[in-house]
C-alpha cells in the first residue's frame, strides 16, 4: 500500500487544477528583443487584446482600473511612489504582449507591485501583499478582512500571486526588472533649468499621469520628463532654460518635442471630458395662464356662405414666461 498524499500536496494539486480561473499560465514566447516601445498604431489596433474581441475602449478601461488599484495597493502597503510607477509599467507591458481576455487584471497587478518591490530593492512581505489585495479586491464583503486570514484562502490566493509573478517574468524574459521611469530625468532637468516650486509640483503631477498612460510604452523616459517641464511651463506662462530652444540639451528633438506634447495635450483633453461633471437639468419651465382672446372670424361673403380666405387665421397668444 502506497504512502498516502500529504495535505498540503493535494492543495498544490487543486491549486494548478482550478489556477486557469484566475491566470493563463500557457507559456509565451520569451521576448527576443528588448523592444518594450510601441507605435501609436500598435498599441491601439494591434494589441493582445484586441485580437480576443476587447475593443479599445474597454481595454483603456482595463488600464486605467489596474492603475487605480496599484496606487490604492501602494498607498495600503506604504512603498514609495517610484514602486507604483514601476508596478504600472510593468502592467503597461504585460498587456502588449498578453491578452486582458486571459489573464486577470488584479492578479497581474498585484503581482506586478510585488515584483517592482523586488525591482527596486524596497522588498515587501509576501504576506502584506496577500491580506493588503485581498482587502481591496474584496471590500464589499465586510467578512474578507477576517477570511483572509484562514489558512486555505490565504494560501490559494498566494499561490495566485507567486504564478502571477512567474508568467511575468516569463513573458518578458526577465526584462521587466529593469524599468526605466522619468522621475530621474525629471528632477536632472528641473535642476538645469532652475525651475520655480510651482513648476517643480506640476511637472511631478504630470509624470505620476503619465504613467497611467500609454506615453511610457511610447516613448523614452528622458522624453517625457524633457516634454513634462515644456507643457508645465506654458501652462504657468513661465519661460525656462537659458535659451529658446533648451530641451536640445535633453537629446530631443524640436519635432518630437512638439509630437509627444500634442499626445499629452490630447490625454488631458479626454481626461477632462471624462471628469467634468454633467451639465444641470435646465430649470423647469413656468407658464402662467393668460386669458386667450378669442380667435378672430374672418368676414363671410353672405352670397357664397364661406371666408374669403383659403386658410384660417392665426390666434394670438401671449408666450410664456420662463
Known sequence: MGEEQHP???SRQHFEAEETRHISLIKSPRCET???YFSKEEIERFSPSRKDGIDLAKESFLRSSYCTFIQRLGMKLHV?????GCAMVMCHRFYMRQSHAKNNWQTIATSSLFLACKAEDEPCQLSSVVVASYEIIYEWDPSASIRIHQTEYYHEFKEFILAGERLLLDTSAFQLL?????YKPLAAALNRVNAWPDLATASWN???DWLRTTLCLQYRPHVIATATVHL???FQNGKVGSRR???LDFGVTTKLLKEVIQEMCMLIEVDRRRTMPPPPPPPPRREVAWAIPAPLKPPVHMSRGYPFHSYPLQSYRQPGIW
Open 8 to 10: 498540503r500536496k493535494r
Open 34 to 36: 528588448a523592444k518594450w
Open 80 to 84: 514609495s511612489q517610484v514602486i507604483i
Open 178 to 182: 529593469d524599468v526605466e521611469l522619468p
Open 206 to 208: 504630470f509624470v505620476h
Open 232 to 234: 508645465a511651463s506654458t
Open 245 to 247: 530652444d533648451w530641451w
